[in-house]
């Protein structure tokens, strides 16, 4: 079993715990090199993690014949140039979410991967997560019968450093706001247990002026297999709420997308509660099923093809498309 050496594009806060260590404790992995726009900022993550070497930029990694992937920890604006440059060097490629500013960006990404037979991978490490592996295991064996709709609620309030122009609150870098940067992981799960959203509407607004971008949405949506699903976010509210519920003909199956409650299932045979642990390093699953991909050992369930088809679903939400 070869092990994967990994080149890491950028070095903020997701790095650090969610994903970063990752790289280095999953079986056969090592974080071999780091870059990051400001390179002192790579010199110590490199120091602080042990990381053997630190880049300039991404194009003289790119040339290191030692380093066999790449995993692309930047700012959305960057994804499609930067995954592009890695296409074209036959080097695969993990990209964090949301895949791109664009559904047309994603696209342009994947023709890329495809014209190099190279892989590529995006970052919605749900996927691999045991608490909704355990969802779509009870949806699959039909525990609630047939899925009729799912409501997804999410409320917080804002924080000091969105008011201050934080980079997810500019849509030149974030492709839009917060709902760009929280909701697509939401997306991503619908996706992933429901099926291909084939239809959305939506309304946003700023209400509370905090920054530029919306700050409220609402959204409905129709999937292909004729399930519905509605949606509301607030960003500026004073209350928080975490809810993900799925409806069937026999039950439902609420739970939470980024908590780390317990699964409620109720049915006409009575309520079940499942509590499944949450690793320390909430990417790990998905970046093992990654690097045992790219060893011929597993296949991983996040690809750019399953992440564009969220990105499709925000370009509608943001009216970017007919």
Known sequence: MKTIRWGMVGCGDVTEKKSGPCFYKARNSALHAVTNRTKAKAENYALRHNVPK?????TNMLEDPEIDAIYIATPPDSHKDYSIMCAKA??????????????SDCIDMIKAFEATNTKAFAAYYRRRLPRFMKVKELLDNGDIGEVRFAHVSYYRPVVDREKNGYWHVQPKISGGGIFMDIAVHQL?????????????????????????????????FSFENGAQAG????????????????????????????????????????????????????????????????????????TLVSATRTAWVCDRVYGNMP
Request: glycine share 8%; hydrophobic share 35%.
């Open 54 to 58: 630190v880049y300039d930029n991404i």
């Open 90 to 103: 036959t080097k695969p490629c993990y990209i964090e979410k949301p895949l791109a500013l664009y559904y």
């Open 188 to 220: 991503d799960v619908l996706d992933f247990l429901m099926g291909k959203i084939s239809d959305v509407k939506s309304i946003y607004s700023n209400q509370a002026g905090y920054y530029e971008p919306e700050d409220i949405l609402n959204c409905c």
């Open 231 to 302: 949606g509301d976010w607030c960003f500026s509210s004073g209350i928080r709420k975490d809810c993900i519920e799925i409806v069937g003909s026999l039950g439902r199956i609420t739970f939470e997308c980024f908590g780390r409650g317990s699964i409620i299932m109720e049915t006409v045979n009575g309520t079940s509660e499942f509590i499944l642990e949450t690793p320390e390093h909430i990417q790990m699953g998905l970046i093992q099923s990654i690097i045992d991909e790219l060893n011929g050992e597993d296949t991983c369930p996040s």
